[in-house]
Each structure stands twice: as structure tokens, then as C-alpha cells.
């Protein structure tokens, strides 16, 4: 029974970085000047703005995109996808397999394993792209093909795990 459960953790997880997958794959922790500050007809309004401790009225919020969270959410130690794999192994739970389901309970295990892996592959290539390295303003999306990969690679993963769920519960 507590396989089931571990599988039903894991469709939890992969729900959930679905559901937030803006808020994951988007870093807003970067700040730029406001150009028009920067031009000489605006050189009284660049040194009174030196002057101030707030940063608000000369700064506009920058973002970039990240596959880290995701990352950490689909494989980090204490998530419930960690070991999943091992558990589709289990004697316990390969019993639960009617037999004539078994060919398509091998191959949904597979699809899920190879679906996660690939997602965390494409997740860690997405932070380190040219994608990765452009800042947007906040509220934009860039294009990012790595980390549409790895989303996709995400719904593969949960639609085989979800499959493997029925055959075992």
C-alpha cells in the first residue's frame, strides 16, 4: 500500500509543478536602471535619485528564466518523485499488475523514467541557455525551448505515471 501511496505523492508533485510553472521557471530577482534616467536631458532627475535610499522610482524589476526550482521539485532527496523508480520495481507492487496489463505497465514505468529524466535534463540545460541569460520585465514570458521541453517532458511523465497508478490501485 505504500507504493501506491509514493505514486500518488508523485502524481501530487508533478500537478503541482505543472499548476505553478510560471512561478518555478521565472527568477525576479534582478534590478536595471531606468534608461531615460541615463540621458543627459534628465541629469538633475539622475542626481536626485542618487540621493535617495528608495530604489523603487529609478530601478524597473528584471526576471529571468529558470529550471532550477523545477529541478528541485522532479529530483531533489526529499522530493516524493525521489525513488519512485525503485518502487515501480517492487515485487509488491508488480503483483498488483493484472497479467495481460503487465506488457503496458512495463511500458508506461519506462515512459515515466525516461519522461522525468528528460525533464530534469531539459530544466538544467533551460538555466543555462540564451534564454536563461536575457533578462524580460516582469509579467513577460521569453521564449524558452529548453524549458518547454522539460514542461512537456513534465505532462509525459505524470500521463505515465498516472497510467501506471491505475493499473496498480
Given amino acids: ?7 500518488e505523492a508523485g502524481l501530487a508533485v508533478l500537478d503541482d509543478v ?4 510560471a512561478e518555478l521557471t521565472t527568477d525576479c530577482n534582478y534590478g536595471e536602471i531606468r534608461r531615460e ?12 535619485a542618487a540621493t535617495q535610499t528608495s530604489k523603487s522610482e529609478t530601478m524597473v524589476t528584471m526576471c529571468k528564466a529558470t529550471g532550477r526550482l523545477v529541478r528541485e521539485a522532479i529530483g531533489a532527496d526529499k522530493s516524493p518523485l525521489s525513488g519512485i523508480d525503485k518502487v515501480l520495481e517492487t515485487p509488491a507492487l508488480v503483483a498488483r499488475v493484472a497479467e495481460d496489463e503487465f506488457e503496458t505497465f512495463l511500458g508506461e514505468s519506462e515512459k515515466f523514467q525516461n519522461s522525468l529524466s528528460g525533464a ?21 514570458r521569453p521564449s524558452t525551448p529548453n524549458l518547454d521541453a522539460a514542461r512537456d517532458q ?16
Avoid at 500500500?1 to 505514486?7: A, E, F, L, P, T
Avoid at 531539459?122 to 509579467?139: C, H, L, N, V
Wanted: charge should be positive; avoid cysteine; aromatic fraction near 6%.
Fill in 1 to 7: 500500500m505504500i507504493s501506491v501511496q509514493k505514486i
Fill in 120 to 140: 530534469d535534463a531539459a530544466a538544467r540545460a533551460g538555466s543555462s541557455d540564451f534564454s536563461a541569460q536575457t533578462t524580460f520585465k516582469r509579467g513577460e
Fill in 37 to 48: 534616467l541615463l540621458e543627459t536631458a534628465n541629469k538633475e532627475a539622475l542626481l536626485k
Fill in 18 to 21: 505543472v499548476a505553478r510553472w
Fill in 154 to 169: 513534465i505532462l509525459d511523465a505524470r500521463d505515465a505515471l498516472e497510467k501506471v497508478y491505475r493499473l496498480v490501485r
